[in-house]
């Protein structure tokens, strides 16, 4: 069963377009992973400072593996001084007939 999450990144405004750069230099490096099975970030239409990742991994242990990677690492430690607030993970599951 595959693992999901949405997250949202609440950023400071002034480091928006930083933890943009940073993030898509990941994506293809994420998407390369074994457990990957989608990785997409997407930046608020309403102009405000958040970034949204929808995420989907082949189980927890691809999704921690991502996060155990170094790049991966590297972006977190960027976001220390760029957020606003702490990132929110929503564990999501596909609405079934």
């Known amino acids: 069963?595959?693992?999901?999450?949405?997250?949202?990144?609440?950023?400071?405004?002034?480091?928006?377009?930083?933890?943009?750069?940073?993030?898509?230099?990941?994506?293809?490096?994420?998407?390369a992973e074994a457990g990957c099975e989608h990785f997409e970030p997407y930046r608020a239409a309403d102009g405000s400072s958040n970034i949204y990742i929808f995420e989907r991994w082949a189980d927890r242990a691809a999704f921690d593996f991502h996060h155990a990677q170094d790049y991966t690492k590297n972006v977190f430690?960027?976001?220390?001084?760029?957020?606003?607030?702490?990132?929110?993970?929503?564990?999501?599951?596909?609405?079934k007939d």
């Not at 430690?77 to 609405?95: F, I, M, N, Q, S």
């Open 77 to 95: 430690a960027k976001y220390e001084g760029w957020l606003r607030d702490d990132p929110k993970l929503v564990e999501v599951t596909e609405l």
């Open 1 to 31: 069963m595959s693992y999901a999450v949405f997250a949202t990144i609440p950023l400071k405004p002034e480091h928006l377009d930083d933890a943009r750069t940073a993030i898509v230099a990941i994506v293809s490096q994420t998407r």
